[in-house]
């Protein structure tokens, strides 16, 4: 079965200052979607970026980059010059291979940047 | 288009009312997903619609819950006989039909509906 584990309850980050939330997936499948979701206290799920198992190139999404290591199964969200704003939980998840492309998600990590 | 929506934002019941939610997806967007969070998880998958067709349920749907999603436009999701465990965010999302660029995998979540059963 698919499975995304986030292994980080919760992180602190310094402002302006990079973080890395982690991420690591299971799945038997040769081809798979990899997505990050923001959070805020609103309750929106707000998307962030998206990365295919056949991408050769790591994605990008301007301060947003997603390090894919796809033998290690992981899909880590690194988060450049943090701001206040981006204080939130994050999830990560994965496009179920059942079809219809319902997506299975991590318990998340809340960030807090501190000024 | 202002993206997806849901009524109400906050609704509490107590135990064995019914209660019912509405979504609108964004236009155009013939796929909407049900997912429900409860407090410190990710959202799990509750229902699948294809247009107005339901094609998958969760086996966390029980007997008490119900979807629809008449002509194929906006979708409610009643639960009956609510209980102190159906406390959680619903959340509704939409996509595109899929084609081969990736951003079309993206689904487009609602703001959600909370419900506090009593």
């Known amino acids: 079965a698919q499975k995304i584990t986030q292994t980080q309850p919760g992180m602190f980050v310094q402002e302006k200052e990079a973080v890395t939330l982690d991420c690591t997936y299971d799945?038997?499948?040769?081809?798979?979607?990899l997505f990050w979701y923001k959070q805020p206290s609103s309750g929106e799920m707000i998307f962030l970026i998206y990365?295919?198992?056949?991408?050769?190139q790591n994605a990008t999404e301007g301060r947003y980059s997603l390090n894919f290591q796809k033998a290690r199964k992981s899909a880590n969200l690194v988060i450049s010059a943090s701001q206040l704003g981006d204080s939130a939980m994050y999830f990560c998840?994965?496009?179920?291979?059942?079809?219809?492309?319902?997506?299975?998600f991590g318990a998340g990590t809340r960030l807090a940047v501190h000024p | 288009d202002t993206g997806v929506s849901q009524d109400p934002r906050h609704k509490i019941t107590k135990r064995g009312q019914n209660v019912t939610f509405r979504c609108d997806p964004i236009?155009?967007?013939?796929?909407l997903y049900w997912y429900r969070q409860t407090l410190g998880q990710g959202p799990e998958f509750l229902t699948y619609?294809?247009?107005?067709?339901?094609?998958?349920k969760s086996r966390l749907l029980s007997d008490r819950f119900s979807a629809e999603r008449p002509k194929g436009s906006f979708s409610t999701l009643e639960i009956q006989r609510t209980e102190q465990g159906d406390s959680a965010m619903y959340l509704c999302?939409?996509?595109?039909?899929?084609?081969?660029?990736?951003?079309?995998?993206?689904?487009?979540f609602g703001p959600g509906t909370r419900l506090t059963v009593l």
């Open positions: 999302a939409s996509s595109p039909r899929h084609s081969s660029g990736s951003m079309d995998n993206e689904q487009f």
């Open positions: 799945t038997s499948d040769q081809s798979y979607g």
């Open positions: 990365q295919g198992s056949y991408d050769e």
């Open positions: 998840a994965m496009r179920d291979s059942g079809g219809y492309n319902k997506l299975i």
């Open positions: 236009s155009e967007h013939n796929r």
């Open positions: 619609f294809q247009n107005e067709a339901q094609l998958e």
